[in-house]
């Protein structure tokens, strides 16, 4: 009920816009946000390097209503991947199509994005392409595809175990060499689409990472949920699965624990780090999966 509520603030436009301006808003959002500017992420990214954690940078938007937007947004990226090359950090970078415009034009989207994985390519980085709510599952899927067979290897996108189509989703992907993010998913989601009970959602998780993970194609293990981290560390062993085969992937500010001893014990950790002045809609599905990090917060802002 909790998630619903969170996810349904993370919609308010009004909310949205009081909390993105206000001081408060930004101190608590900065527990899980680099900060605003390139300049904060690349600092942070150069932290979580030090730390042998690779990481992924995220530039906070979403859902952009106009063709200047989009084109504005992806400046960042070709920022961001400039600063990745440049300052050699160990890094690539995630997007969302709802921020390039595909609710304007999907071709426009395409272009844009199609622009950010050639500049990747140049320097051997990866562009990530998140997933969003399931109206967007399929454009989604089939853009990387698209993507994928101009630069391959350089771009791949993210797989939600809550949604029923995602085994077969698996299997296409995996088809082509297309690199997946697994992760549960943070959307609302009606039953007719996706498993309404979190034990399905886990259950569904734990068998399309074995699925993934021995398919031969680089994964991403998108979870902090440490039974399944355990799981997993269970199969590789098992089936002699090599530690470079896959890679854990963290939140930035979740379990900073878990994230530093999987990197102590020689597995490979990428964390993902947003930053930038839209946070608010990312910081309310952080709540919405886990309501106690709103008294978390505040205790912390009031100890401060
Ligand atoms: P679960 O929610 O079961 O949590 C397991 C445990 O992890 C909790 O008990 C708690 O200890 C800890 N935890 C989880 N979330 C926490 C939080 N916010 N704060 C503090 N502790 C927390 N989703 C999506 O729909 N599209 C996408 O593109 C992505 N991309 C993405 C990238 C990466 C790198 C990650 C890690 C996650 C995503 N997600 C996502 C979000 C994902 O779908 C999911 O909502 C969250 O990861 C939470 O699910 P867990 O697998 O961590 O398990």
């Known amino acids: 009920m909790l998630r619903s509520l969170f996810i349904g603030l993370s919609r ?57 937007e989009a084109r504005a947004e992806s400046e960042v990226y070709h920022r961001v991947l400039d600063e990745i090359s440049a300052g050699r950090l160990n890094a690539n970078v995630s997007l969302k199509l709802t921020q390039m415009g595909v609710d304007i034009r999907p071709d426009l989207a395409e272009q844009i994005v199609a622009g950010i994985v050639e500049r990747a390519a140049v320097s051997k ?20 595809e698209r993507l994928h067979a101009r630069f ?7 797989l939600q175990a809550y949604l029923y189509r995602t085994a077969q989703d698996t299997e296409r992907l995996l088809r082509q060499g297309i690199r997946i993010r697994l992760c549960k998913g943070a959307y609302q ?14 259950a569904n998780y734990v068998s399309l990472m074995k699925r993934v993970v021995a398919s031969g194609v680089f994964c991403g293990i998108a979870t902090h ?12 062993r098992e089936k002699g699965i090599p530690s470079d085969a896959f890679e854990f992937q963290m939140l930035y500010g979740v379990r900073r624990d878990l994230q530093r001893r999987l990197a102590k014990s020689g597995f490979r950790v990428r964390v993902y780090v947003p930053f930038g002045n839209a946070w608010y809609p990312y910081f309310m599905r952080r709540l919405a999966e ?15």
């Open 189 to 202: 989601e009606p039953a007719g689409l996706a498993f309404p009970h979190k034990s399905d959602v886990d």
């Open 125 to 144: 980085l990866f562009v990530r392409i998140d997933m969003e709510g399931s109206n967007y599952t399929e454009t989604t899927i089939a853009m990387t």
């Open 290 to 304: 886990r309501p106690a990090n709103l008294t978390f917060l505040m205790k912390n802002m009031l100890r401060s």
């Open 152 to 158: 391959p290897g350089v771009v791949g996108t993210v």
């Open 225 to 236: 949920d440490e039974v399944i981290v355990h799981e997993m560390l269970g199969f590789v």
């Open 12 to 68: 308010n436009v009004a909310l949205r816009r009081w909390a993105e301006q206000s001081r408060i808003g930004r101190r608590l959002a900065s527990r899980f946000v680099a900060g605003l500017t390139v300049g904060d992420a690349v600092s942070v990214c150069r932290r979580v390097n030090a730390e042998g954690i690779a990481v992924s940078l995220d530039s906070l938007g979403e859902s952009v209503t106009t063709e200047a």
